[in-house]
């Protein structure tokens, strides 16, 4: 088992060695490592942070932004933070980081959302603020929330204008953009510095601004911090202004709508970037309508509205040794290729995901042939193409398994009701804990991070107790023998007696976790959440099985007949009930946390019908940041039902009936002013 103190051990070396790399890149102008390097310890660190909560750092990732600003200069603090940008490094993570977008904006897949899109300058960031059309400083970057005070070394900068004569230009504004040298530029430097982004940083933070005047600097402007009285509504607007008030603008930013068409732009870009007068490490993509950026806001160190694109990760060529099944908690299936280890950007690869059945098919995958293999920051690698040209000749077709690996159970392919196809994953048509590997991984969800947050109880940890019948079913984590875990190898009185606390801790919960730890499919923390304010208790939960009428979670707001089915089936089957009384037994539970403080303190409201421009998440988080409460039925203690369009008229019915304030959606927005 790996104690707390040992991760802890292995977390902090890597912060050090990040904050390492952070110096020599920011502040000595030398980097010690590659991008590709670089992202992938930064995504390592995240992944220990999402795994183990009591990990946190002020030098993680994910709170801070650069390096600290060097003590040669004078600090000075930006009125907005400079902030630093996620990254997406394929199709599927952009997929993903839009679709949290249309999720919390409540956009519909057929309106595609659209975007500025800027090359991603390899260079040194810069905040230019003008008051009166004047020049009157300019600060480095640091560490996002101030940096070095380099206003007269900017200046020497023949892109940056010191005056702005323009009627429309703002009377205070932080203009930002990149400080670069030019490829061709830094032929005559190259025996100084390692690069063209060293010879810029190391330029622009020379103490003597006539040194600084000697080295072709330039600079593009891309966006803006501070910003008195804004009226532009659109990035491309802003853009084209920075242009028209003498700004030297990027000649490749243009603005695409839909995840295609930025992909098909990206590999574009990226066959021709060697041919560019400056390195880029990638596009940025941009919502280029302001509004909704308000509205989407940050999240740590990140703007919600933004992220990187990066350029391709290292890829190579290995042979597939052989083709495993995983089996998910939900009963998916997901095929993984056995690959002979090969050294992908100083990472050794040994598997990488082949997705489904459908990807095998497509790209012919069989086992025994030599594949293209690339690691974009994926914490499992992907399989991209086969050498067909190096296929041996008795290579036979893959054909994915018609049972479970695990139970022998059928396998099927769902159809959904929603886009009118079958899905692409296959699953386990077993239900409960029959199958092992599903049980297993229920188990783990169980303890998992949001669920019970067992710490010390890790994935490996639940293998090996599962191998050794420790642990079957959920609730035989109360009643494990320690003295038993205690004779183990790497276990001794310490970490038995921390795990043993860390399980009687975990015994008081929230309502809505435990309900979202039994991994109930379709059941995920929000809909917990509402399960958990319409059950009350977790006595009234344990006897849905017992003649429960499931119509009556239709009246939910938020639950509908996909979350009611799985329910359905979840109560149906003799193994979750023993799971559910057995839990019951060691349970303790507490009350949610709540706001204390809002306009909307002691109401409380319900939505029926679509709303329009925003999604019920983000309506609800609104009422929730301002103490409000959130119900699930109409009832006495109601008081507001908010229509949207096309609202459950029974409702509208009820709300009447029991002398509830009835609001339209315009009203709501009144309220929240």
Not at 191 to 203: E, I, L, Q, T, V
Not at 581 to 594: A, P
Not at 611 to 634: D, F, H, P, T
Not at 648 to 672: G, S
Request: net charge positive.
């Amino acid at each position: 088992m790996i104690k707390k103190k040992e991760i802890i051990k292995e977390y902090n070396k890597k912060i050090e060695l990040l904050n390492k790399y952070n110096k020599h890149y920011y502040d000595k102008n030398n980097p010690l490592v590659d991008d590709i390097k670089f992202d992938h310890l930064k995504i390592e660190v995240q992944n220990l942070e999402k795994k183990y909560i009591f990990l946190k750092d002020r030098l993680s990732p994910t709170i801070s932004v650069g390096y600290k600003p060097s003590k040669n200069f004078e600090k000075s603090k930006h009125r907005v933070p400079m902030l630093s940008l996620s990254n997406a490094f394929d199709y599927e993570d952009l997929q993903n980081y839009e679709k949290k977008i249309f999720n919390f904006l409540n956009i519909t897949k057929k309106n595609d959302i659209e975007y500025s899109v800027e090359p991603k300058i390899d260079g040194i960031s810069a905040s230019l603020t003008y008051k009166e059309g004047k020049l009157i400083s300019g600060v480095s970057r640091g560490d996002g929330k101030e940096g070095e005070l380099i206003t007269e070394n900017l200046k020497t900068i023949a892109d940056i204008p010191q005056t702005i004569v323009s009627k429309s230009f703002p009377k205070d504004i932080d203009i930002r953009g990149e400080v670069f040298i030019a490829n061709k530029d830094f032929e005559y430097l190259k025996d100084k510095f390692a690069n063209p982004r060293n010879a810029a940083s190391g330029s622009l933070r020379q103490k003597n601004p006539k040194e600084t005047k000697k080295i072709p600097l330039r600079f593009i402007a891309y966006t803006f911090g501070y910003f008195d009285k804004l009226s532009l509504k659109k990035q491309s607007e802003f853009i084209q202004h920075l242009k028209n008030w003498g700004f030297k603008v990027s000649k490749f930013n243009k603005v695409i709508s839909g995840i295609d068409n930025l992909v098909i732009n990206h590999k574009n870009f990226e066959d021709q970037r060697h041919d560019l007068e400056y390195d880029i490490d990638g596009l940025v993509y941009k919502i280029n309508d302001f509004e909704i950026q308000k509205r989407l806001g940050a999240v740590g160190n990140a703007p919600r509205w933004a992220i990187a694109h990066k350029f391709s990760s290292v890829s190579s060529f290995s042979k597939i040794l052989n083709i495993d099944i995983q089996v998910g908690r939900t009963g998916a299936l997901t095929p993984v290729a056995k690959i002979k280890p090969v050294n992908i950007g100083g990472v050794v690869v040994s598997n990488a995901t082949l997705h489904n059945e459908d990807e095998i098919s497509r790209k012919d995958i069989r086992v025994g042939d030599t594949v293209k293999i690339e690691r974009a920051g994926d914490v499992i690698p992907h399989v991209i193409s086969v050498d067909t040209s190096k296929r041996l000749n008795n290579s036979k077709k893959y054909y994915f398994p018609q049972k479970c690996p695990s139970c022998g159970s059928k396998v099927i392919k769902e159809y959904n009701n929603l886009t009118k196809k079958y899905d692409a994953v296959k699953r386990c048509t077993s239900e409960g804990f029959e199958c092992e590997k599903m049980a297993i991984e229920k188990i783990k969800h169980f303890i998992s991070k949001d669920a019970l947050n067992i710490d010390g109880l890790g994935k490996k940890v639940v293998e090996k107790f599962w191998d050794l019948k420790f642990i079957r079913l959920p609730h035989d984590i109360f009643k494990l023998d320690y003295n038993k875990i205690e004779k183990l190898d790497g276990w001794g009185k310490l970490s038995v007696s921390n795990l043993k606390y860390a399980i009687e801790k975990s015994r008081k919960i929230t309502l809505e976790k435990l309900i979202f730890s039994l991994g109930i499919r379709h059941i995920g923390q929000e809909n917990a959440k509402i399960i958990s304010q319409h059950i009350k208790n977790f006595e009234n939960f344990s006897k849905i099985s017992s003649g429960f009428n499931f119509e009556n979670f239709l009246n939910i707001d938020g639950i509908g007949e996909t979350q009611i089915n799985s329910l359905k089936k979840f109560f149906s089957n003799q193994t979750n009930l023993i799971v559910i009384n057995g839990i019951k037994k060691y349970m303790i539970l507490k009350k949610s946390e709540k706001t204390v403080s809002g306009k909307f303190k002691n109401k409380t409201f319900m939505f029926t019908g679509k709303l329009e421009g925003i999604s019920r998440a983000e309506a609800k988080s609104l009422i929730e940041k301002n103490s409000g409460k959130i119900l699930s039925s109409v009832n006495s203690k109601l008081n507001y039902l908010i229509i949207g369009d096309k609202p459950t008229t029974r409702k509208i019915n009820q709300a009447i009936d029991l002398k509830i304030k009835v609001i339209k959606q315009e009203d709501f927005k009144k309220m929240l002013n």
